[in-house]
């Protein structure tokens, strides 16, 4: 059963940074694509970053510049350093593996404001 945990979410002011973490259990993800999406309030969920099993990385248009997505095969972890944070990313962001099927963590919040 593969599992994915989902962490380092908070409250930050417009211009700071936060690392998100998702763990993953259940599977070797060193193979594996995974990736962020996020969701805000009344909006549908959209993608952010995406890395695939030889670390190319891939970003939405909205985040590129700012935002980096890295995994640590060791600790089975993949990560989104998220920089110059804006309003407009406050949304509940969710990370994911695919495999032969599509595995979703349970989100952790981001809010950006002042």
């Known amino acids: 059963q593969v599992q994915l945990v989902e962490s380092g979410g908070g409250l930050v002011q417009p211009g700071g940074s936060l690392r998100l973490s998702c763990a993953a259990s259940?599977?070797?993800?060193?193979?594996?694509?995974m990736g962020w999406h996020r969701q805000a309030p009344g909006k549908q969920r959209e993608f952010v970053a995406v890395i695939n099993g030889a670390s190319s990385t891939n970003y939405a248009d909205s985040v590129k510049g700012r935002f980096a997505i890295s995994r640590d095969g060791a600790k089975n972890t993949v990560y989104l350093q998220m920089n110059l944070l804006e309003p407009e990313d406050t949304a509940i962001y969710y990370c994911?593996?695919?495999?032969?099927?599509?595995?979703w963590g349970q989100g952790t919040q981001v809010t950006v404001s002042s």
């Open positions: 994911y593996i695919y495999t032969s099927v599509r595995y």
């Open positions: 259940g599977t070797d993800f060193r193979a594996y694509v």
